[in-house]
C-alpha cells in the first residue's frame, strides 16, 4: 500500500468529492488501487479539501459587471466559475448557489421556489401518511402565544414514521441543498382545514426561546417547505417584509435562509400561512441547524442544480442507417475486443477478479459520424450550442457487471448520450438515474434506442448484475460551445 497518488488520480479525487460522492466509496476504490494510506486520508480530508475545491455564490462588487456576468452565467452556467474569477467578484460563504431561476428577486432575503419537487403520487400518499397522526400544531416562539388563533393547524411528526418515501424525500431534499443530514430537523407535515391558519412569524428562534429550543444545535438556518396539494381557496404563504405571496402548488417547494449574510437572524423572513377559504391544504417542512455536535455549519458547497434540461435525461431512438452500420462493425470485431481497465474501479464483478467488460475501438470515421449523428438532437434537446468532445469505442459488459453509481468528468462530459448497439440478456438491465430533484428512475434501452442526459450532474449507474451474455454500448459527449 505505498503506491503514490499521482497528478490524474489527484484529479479524479477533486472532481468527484465536488460531486458530493460518497467520502468512503472514494477511499475504499483508492485503497483497492493500493495507494498509500496516508496519502488516501490527506488527499480525501474534507477539512484540506473544503479550503481548496469548494465553489461558492456570489456577491457583486459592481452592477453592471454582475448584470453581464448574471446574463452569461445563465447561458454559459460551465465557464461560471471562469467568468467570476475574471471578474473579481467577492465571495459570499452564507448563502446558497443556486440555479439564479429559482431564486425570488429581493436583497433582503435568500429565497427560492421550485416547481415539481414531488409528484402527484408523492404528494398524494404524504397526505394520506399526515392524516393518520395528527395533533394540535405548537409554536416555539413566544410572540403571539397569547392569542389562541395564533396557529390553528394540524401536526404529524413525520419523522417518527418508518416510512421508505419518506426517507427517500428527506435524502432528496438534503441532497437538493447540499447540506449534510446531520444538520437537520426531522420532517413535519401540517394539515389546515377551513378557518386554519398560522399569523405572521418567523422559523428561526427568538432570544428569549434559543436556551430551550436551540440546544447544542443552535438556531435554524434553512427552511424547505413543499406544498402537496393545490389549494381552492386561501392558504397562501405570504412574507410580509419581502412584498411576495406563494399560492400553494402541489410538488412546488419554497426554500428560505432564515440568516442574513453574517449569519445573524433576519426579520425579513416573516411569514404567514393565510387561512383556508375553501377545501383544505397539506404541506411537509424540514428545518436546518447551525451546528451539529461538535461541528458548526458552513454553507460555502455547491448545490448541483444548475441544468440546462427540465427533466436532466430522454430516451430516443438513435439514426436507423448509422446504427446498423456500427452493429455490423460490431460483429465484424467481436473476436478482437479487448480487456477495458477503467479507472477508478467503476465498473466490476462483484466477488470476482474476472474482467468486468471488454472494449472495441471505433474508427475515427465512425466516431465523427456519431458525433454529427446526436449533435442537432442534443443541440435541440439542450437548447444550447455543442462542441464535441469524444465518443468512445464499443464497451461490452460482460455476465455479472455492475456499473457503479457515479457523475462524469466535468471537463468532457456535459451532454451525453449512451446508444444501446446490442445485447444478450435474460434479464432487462436498466439504467438507474436521478434526475434534477434527485429521484431516481430506472430506464431501460433496447438495441438502437438511445439516451440523452445530463451526464456531469446527474448520478447514474447500473448497480444490479448484469444477468446475461453480453451488454454492449457506445458513450457520446459533448460540452457546451466556448463561443460566447
Known amino acids: 500500500m505505498n503506491k503514490k497518488i499521482s497528478k490524474d488520480w489527484q484529479d479524479w479525487i477533486k472532481v468527484n468529492i465536488e460531486r458530493g460522492c ?33 465553489r461558492t455564490a456570489v456577491v457583486p462588487k459592481k452592477d453592471s459587471l454582475f448584470q453581464r456576468v448574471k446574463l452569461l452565467y445563465k447561458k454559459y452556467k460551465l465557464v461560471r466559475d471562469q467568468l467570476l474569477e475574471e471578474a473579481d467578484i467577492e465571495v459570499n460563504k452564507n448563502f446558497l448557489p443556486v440555479d439564479e431561476n429559482f431564486r425570488i428577486e429581493t436583497n433582503k432575503a435568500e429565497i427560492y421556489s421550485i416547481d415539481n419537487f414531488l409528484n402527484h403520487e408523492e404528494s398524494d400518499e404524504l397526505i394520506s401518511l399526515i392524516k393518520t397522526r395528527l395533533r394540535p400544531s405548537t409554536i416555539a416562539s413566544s410572540e403571539g402565544t397569547d392569542d389562541q388563533s395564533f396557529r390553528t393547524s394540524k401536526t404529524c411528526d413525520l419523522g417518527n414514521l418508518d416510512n421508505a418515501l419518506l426517507e427517500d424525500i428527506d435524502r432528496r431534499i438534503c441532497s437538493f441543498l447540499d447540506i449534510d443530514h446531520k444538520f437537520s430537523e426531522v420532517i413535519q407535515g401540517q394539515f389546515y382545514e377551513i378557518g386554519e391558519e398560522f399569523k405572521a412569524h418567523t422559523d428561526f428562534f427568538e432570544k428569549d426561546q434559543m436556551q430551550e429550543y436551540g440546544g447544542a444545535r443552535g438556531q435554524r ?21 419581502l412584498k411576495h405571496t406563494f399560492k400553494p402548488k402541489k410538488g412546488t417547494a419554497i426554500a428560505w435562509n432564515n440568516l442574513t449574510e453574517d ?25 436546518f441547524r447551525e451546528k451539529n455536535g461538535d461541528e458548526i455549519f458552513k454553507k460555502n458547497s455547491v448545490i448541483k442544480n444548475d441544468s440546462f434540461t427540465k427533466e436532466g435525461f430522454k430516451k430516443a431512438k438513435f439514426n436507423e442507417s448509422l446504427f446498423s452500420e456500427i452493429l455490423k462493425f460490431y460483429n465484424q470485431n467481436k473476436d478482437e475486443d479487448q480487456n477495458e481497465h477503467i479507472d477508478g474501479n467503476f465498473v466490476y464483478i462483484p466477488n470476482s477478479k474476472k474482467e468486468a467488460s471488454k472494449l472495441i475501438e471505433l474508427p475515427e470515421e465512425l466516431k465523427e459520424k456519431v458525433h454529427s449523428a446526436l449533435k442537432d438532437p442534443l443541440e435541440q434537446w439542450s437548447g444550447i450550442s455543442l ?52 429521484r431516481k428512475h430506472e430506464v431501460t434501452l433496447r438495441p438502437g434506442e438511445v439516451i440523452y442526459y445530463e451526464s456531469a450532474k446527474l448520478l447514474h449507474g447500473r448497480p444490479q448484475p448484469l444477468e446475461g451474455k453480453s451488454f454492449a454500448n457506445v458513450f457520446c459527449h459533448f460540452m457546451p460551445s466556448k463561443a460566447l
Open 387 to 438: 462542441e464535441p468532445t469524444f465518443v468512445y469505442g464499443i464497451r461490452i459488459y460482460q455476465n455479472g457487471a455492475v456499473l457503479v453509481p457515479h457523475r462524469d468528468r466535468e471537463n468532457t462530459h456535459i451532454i451525453s448520450a449512451i446508444i444501446n448497439i446490442d445485447q444478450e440478456v435474460s434479464k432487462d438491465w436498466p439504467l438507474v438515474i436521478e434526475d434534477h430533484f434527485f
Open 22 to 54: 460518497d467520502l468512503e466509496e472514494i477511499r475504499e476504490i483508492l485503497h483497492k488501487e493500493g495507494f498509500n494510506s496516508k496519502e488516501i486520508k490527506q488527499y480525501t480530508d474534507l477539512s484540506h479539501t473544503n479550503k481548496k475545491l469548494v
Open 263 to 287: 449569519g445573524s437572524v433576519n426579520p425579513n423572513t416573516m411569514h404567514q400561512a393565510h387561512p383556508v377559504l375553501k377545501g383544505n391544504k397539506a404541506v411537509i417542512t424540514k428545518w
Open 221 to 241: 438556518t434553512y427552511t424547505f417547505m413543499i406544498y402537496l396539494n393545490d389549494v381552492e381557496e386561501g392558504g397562501e404563504t405570504e412574507f410580509l417584509h
